[in-house]
């Protein structure tokens, strides 16, 4: 009990710094998921990595991590409590045949980071083969956007501009930008995942347009955005240790400043110049997304854009493809600096699937949350430099709060609520108390404040559990108001679904079917549960009775009389009392605290409850400090089952349905490097065929990635995404295809 005041009292303090230092200490979350289109009959993974915004280092402020799953409908459809240690935890979401078809939203974020309205975002497409598919109208007509570096074009300088694309199949669409006189200015490139880059020389007055050509060789024209003589943009170019950034625009009388904020302070000011190129040390810099303003001397700001800045990042990609067998074994050599954190996905590529660098769409996570893009829908970047930052920048989602409302949870689990109670303010009861039942129940109690509201700090349990919540010193009926734990509002965010051509569902068709077999013999493979224990039992007993050991009384009250000398119990017509004789004088005399199975109840409660459905009794028979309750001895009933065996408990408790932690899974893959005829003769249809949330790497740096391959063929991707030592992330990339083995293989 002292360490749980002591981590009250730390949580207290950090929030108090936290506070008189302008809330500066931030986390920032990133999941990696096996994919980001599943069908239904199989299982999303993810791993999470929960860093502080400032250093990026792995963040000791939280102990869970609440993920959700929502629908276009606005509601969950999953919602998960994942234990992390030292900034990392793991879970899956089974996606049944009841998951209709749709694009989710995949959420998470920390208690803390509620505060701030933080969260991690990315978009998870469910196709259920099982029911008729809402394929969306196709539009004839391209959707196609043009986004100036910084916002705006401005005339007298080259502009950088990127072309976006709105439409599923709009792939190696390119075409020029012309002058309203017809002159041919620029080439646009043939876009990638719809995206393309171009720079075109704009003059003051003059007007532009892109011509495209579609697939089927129709021109389309665009008119590009107005050109302006009168604003101001910011140019960045990568020179390699360091930043090129030019404040570009008329000039401007008075002096410019130009700053860099990561969001929530400057980490870099200067006086800047019109057209004059200011160097930025990368140094100055750690990894993640800046807002870059240019003001005026009176404080106008003139441009705004971001910087996204990858610190160290490293991304390896192979492009050839190693050939391997049906149920061979893979082996990739990996080198790593020491002191990475990763986690590890080898999963089948579909058609239509593009090598996409998770680490991109980290970025995009954290640009949801903290900053608004009018580009950012799209997370299938295939490279990333600070041109194609060229959108408009909307500011913060919120202001920094000034206070927070949800401390850090970074002991344990928080749970806050009201009590409802109409006596008056003198009259009401000073405890609350949540039992988690159970053979090893747990109790936590809090101090009701004057306005009705409590705080309860739990060790999380793990799976959903029956629990209660009581007031204690009180027999009357009251009613709580439990904070939901969980988001309770959610963005608009999109959740249009993809278009699907005929090949596309011919091969959804073909995994469909694969998924099938291999749920046919689940059972043989399915993962296995590694039992955490998150805390030990809550009370040492001085002495305990196992009731059948003694002679059993038709009355509970008659067994204390016999034979238990501890405890001192009467019961009549009028009055029932329980008190235990402690062994030490103390000051006062205070109530003992009375439990069955882990519940509070009352002295005419448990008497006249039957004792053949009473195990056993455990006492302690000194004062004893259960959080700020005090009471002089416990005396705790426990029935055979440890599920109150038909006790109802009184009116000052209610029954509450307690969502624990996600159980830890051990991943289990099969492997054929011994002949067992068991598993020759089971179908291995594995679209995934392997998972590591957390891949441990030893001390020089190398590791190999070790698997089978399994009955199916095609061309397969292993994505490592993570963190380096210095906070940087890191992603690599390797490909290789699996064929029958009638084909040679090649390595």
């Known amino acids: 009990m002292i360490k749980k005041i002591l981590s009250i009292t730390a949580i207290m303090l950090i929030v108090f710094t936290v506070t008189g230092q302008h809330l500066d200490v931030r986390e920032e979350v990133y999941l990696q998921t096996n994919s980001a289109f599943m069908l239904t009959g199989e299982t999303l993974y993810f791993s999470a990595f929960v860093r502080s915004a400032d250093t990026g280092q792995p963040s000791p402020l939280s102990s869970i991590l609440y993920v959700e799953l929502i629908g276009a409908d606005g509601k969950p459809v999953f919602q998960k409590k994942i234990h992390l240690t030292k900034g990392r935890g793991n879970g899956t979401f089974f996606l049944s045949s009841l998951v209709s078809s749709g694009r989710y939203q995949l959420l998470a974020y920390t208690r803390w980071m509620k505060n701030f309205q933080d969260y991690f975002q990315t978009p998870i497409t469910v196709i259920n083969p099982f029911e008729e598919y809402p394929q969306p109208v196709q539009n004839e007509e391209l959707s196609v956007s043009f986004y100036p570096e910084g916002g705006v074009m401005v005339a007298g300088h080259e502009n950088d501009l990127v072309m976006k694309i709105d439409q599923g199949n709009s792939a190696g669409i390119g075409g020029r930008v012309v002058s309203a ?17 171009f ?72 006086t800047a110049e019109t057209n004059a190129r200011i160097s930025l040390p ?49 082996t990739i050599p990996l080198e790593f600096d020491h002191g990475v954190d990763v986690s590890v996905s080898v999963r089948r590529m579909e058609i239509g699937h593009q090598p996409t660098s998770a680490i991109h769409q980290a970025l995009f996570g954290r640009i949801s949350k903290s900053w608004s893009l009018s580009v950012q829908e799209t997370s299938d970047w295939k490279t990333m430099d600070n041109s194609l930052m060229a959108s408009e920048w909307k500011g913060p989602k919120t202001e920094m709060p000034k206070t927070v409302k949800w401390l850090p949870e970074l002991r344990g689990e928080l749970i806050e609520g009201a009590l409802n109670y109409e006596a008056p303010s003198e009259d009401k009861p000073p405890f609350v108390a949540l039992s988690i039942s159970g053979d090893d129940y747990q109790l936590q109690t809090a101090q009701i404040d004057e306005h009705g509201h409590f705080q309860l700090l739990i060790n999380p349990a793990e799976g959903p559990r029956e629990a209660y919540i009581s007031v204690l010193g009180s027999t009357n009926e009251v009613s709580f108001q439990l904070e939901g734990q969980f988001l309770q509002a959610y963005p608009p965010f999109d ?51 196992i009731l059948d050991d003694y002679n059993r009384f038709p009355e509970l009250y008659e ?163 993570g963190y380096d030592k210095n906070g940087s992330p890191i992603s690599i990339r390797r490909y290789f295809k699996v064929q029958s083995t009638n084909q040679p293989a090649s390595n």
């Open 181 to 197: 006189s017809g002159e041919k200015i620029a080439d646009i490139p043939a876009s990638q995942m719809g995206l393309s880059r």
């Open 199 to 270: 720079t075109i020389p704009v003059k003051e007055g003059e007007s532009y347009q892109a011509i495209l050509e579609d697939q089927a060789g129709n021109f389309l024209f665009f008119d590009l955005p107005k050109v302006t003589s009168d604003g101001a943009t910011i140019q960045i170019r990568d020179a390699g240790h360091s930043y090129g950034i030019t404040p570009i625009g008329p000039s401007s009388p008075g002096i410019l400043t130009l700053s860099i904020h990561d969001g929530q302070n400057a980490v870099f000011q200067q």
């Open 282 to 330: 990368k140094t100055k810099l750690v990894a993640g997304t800046y807002l870059v303003t240019l003001t005026s001397g009176t404080g106008d700001q003139l441009a705004s854009r971001l910087l996204w800045h990858p610190g160290s990042l490293r991304e390896q990609r192979s492009e050839g493809m190693a050939a391997y067998h049906t149920r061979s074994p893979v």
């Open 495 to 545: 959740y249009s679904l993809p278009y699907l051509d005929s090949v596309q569902v011919s091969a959804l068709v073909e995994r469909s079917v694969r998924n099938q077999i291999e749920n046919a013999y689940y059972e043989l493979k399915k993962d296995s549960i590694v039992p955490q224990t998150y805390w030990n039992p809550q009370f040492d007993y001085d002495i305990s009775y």
């Open 559 to 721: 067994h204390f009389i016999e034979f238990i000398p501890e405890v001192m119990a009467r019961k009549n017509k009028t009055r029932s009392k329980i008190k235990v004789l402690t062994k030490y004088v103390t000051p006062g005399s205070l109530d003992p605290l009375l439990l069955i199975d882990g519940v509070p109840t009352t002295a005419e409660e448990i008497l006249d409850f039957s004792p053949y459905k009473i195990e056993s009794i455990g006492i302690i028979n000194n004062r004893v400090f259960v959080g700020p309750l005090v009471a002089d001895g416990i005396v705790s009933f426990h029935t055979f089952e440890r599920n109150l065996h038909g006790y109802k408990p009184g009116p000052n408790s209610l029954n509450i349905q307690y969502k624990g932690l996600d159980p830890v899974q051990q991943f289990s893959f099969p492997s054929y490097e011994d002949a067992d005829q068991r598993l020759a003769r089971i179908p291995d249809y594995r679209q995934q065929l392997f998972w590591n949330p957390s891949l441990t790497v030893g001390e020089n740096g190398t590791k190999e990635l070790e698997f089978y391959t399994g009955d199916t063929t095609g061309a397969f991707e292993v994505s490592i995404d």
